[in-house]
């Protein structure tokens, strides 16, 4: 949840007050854009904004979305200024509660990790685990529960619990279990875990060998590189679709935008085009978002600007995408395709 984004280079102050400003203009989508204006007010130094933001969400009187979620950032941020006991109580009531999305369970565990509490954090780690990646009793089997996960592949989601307990485990110095392994096969780095997670790796900082350096310059870079896979960037690259009713209405109200959209047909070929030259060129975390004319007339108002001003139409897409309604591209080929057609991706729009 926390802008992937150096700090020298935003003025998060700035960036947390507008999209606040925004979450009032969008009250819809509230949850997501406070849950980032939260991780910009911990980046600037002020927890106590962020806490008045977690709080914010989980008083609202709207349903939240990921409740378990808000509460694990507000316990991770009370830990870093000093509200232990209250973190403490929230880590508690989360493990409890069992939630079956792996994010709360991660910040838990390494709020607990970070603060030294290995053997909590290792605890935390373990049922959640056992919780996501087995069913029933089968979770409940032998010493470690990995029985119930023999043979299937962990949800992508649920790695970095696999990693984060193997790492905590290296830091007590406990033998290899079964998870352990499954950590393993899912690890798709040269550098192996054990290497990633040694203890004495950090020695090795503070040696004045180059060649020692140099090999935990690569770890390093390699355990970045894990980080990074694991996260999707908050802003993914969107392409703006308009289904043909809306595009209809867009067009008869705005004829300035017909240029833009000559045909449906030719609108949506135009989208697959634009994604897959993107995604040649290295680009990734590709995604479609879908426009609608009363939400664009709102955008355009809320610039200032005329909406047949054709400029709008990539900020539009950016500001939709920031509000998390980005679908990824491209879909399975056997999942419906993103033009809303019915067909399978594949036979349609994937089909070349």
């Not at 003025?11 to 203009?25: F, I, S």
């Not at 607990?112 to 605890?123: F, G, I, K, V, W």
Request: proline share 7%.
């Amino acid at each position: 949840m926390r802008p992937d984004t150096p700090a020298e280079n935003v003025d998060h102050t700035a960036e947390a007050a507008r999209l606040e400003r925004t979450a009032d203009l969008y009250p819809e989508d509230a949850e997501a854009l406070l849950l980032r204006a939260a991780a910009h007010r911990e980046l600037s130094g002020d927890r106590p904004a962020a806490t008045a933001l977690y709080d914010r969400l989980l008083t609202s009187p709207a349903d939240l979305d990921q409740p378990h979620l808000v509460r694990a950032l507000k316990a991770s941020n009370l830990w870093e200024y000093g509200h232990e006991a209250e973190a403490r109580a929230i880590i508690t009531g989360i493990r409890a509660a069992a939630p079956r999305d792996p994010a709360p369970w991660v910040i838990v565990a390494e709020s607990l990790e970070s603060h030294d509490e290995l053997e909590q954090a290792h605890e935390t780690f373990t049922q959640a685990v056992r919780l996501l990646l087995t069913e029933g009793a089968a979770g409940a089997a032998g010493a470690d529960g990995a029985q119930g996960a023999a043979g299937t592949t962990p949800p992508r989601a649920t790695h970095p619990l696999l990693f984060g307990r193997h790492r905590v485990r290296r830091m007590l110095g406990a033998a290899h279990d079964e998870w352990d392994a499954l950590a393993d096969t899912v690890h798709t780095l040269p550098i192996t875990l054990d290497e990633l997670h040694d203890p004495k790796r950090v020695w090795s900082l503070g040696s004045e060998n180059p060649a020692e350096l140099e090999a935990e310059i690569v770890r390093l870079r390699a355990e970045l590189g894990a980080f990074r896979e694991a996260l999707s960037r908050p802003f993914p690259v969107a392409v703006l679709h308009w289904p043909a009713n809306e595009l209809t209405e867009l067009t008869e109200a705005y004829p300035d935008l017909a240029e833009e959209y000559p045909s449906y047909d030719a609108h949506l070929a135009t989208i697959e085009a634009a994604l897959r030259e993107l995604a040649s060129s290295g680009t990734g975390n590709l995604g479609i978002v879908t426009g609608t004319v009363p939400s664009y007339e709102a955008f355009a108002a809320s610039e200032l600007s005329s909406p047949a001003d054709p400029t709008l139409l990539p900020q539009y897409a950016t500001t939709l995408a920031a509000r998390g309604r980005a679908v990824a591209w491209p879909p399975e080929r056997t999942a419906a395709c993103w033009c809303g057609s019915g067909r399978a991706y594949g036979e349609c729009h994937g089909a070349h």
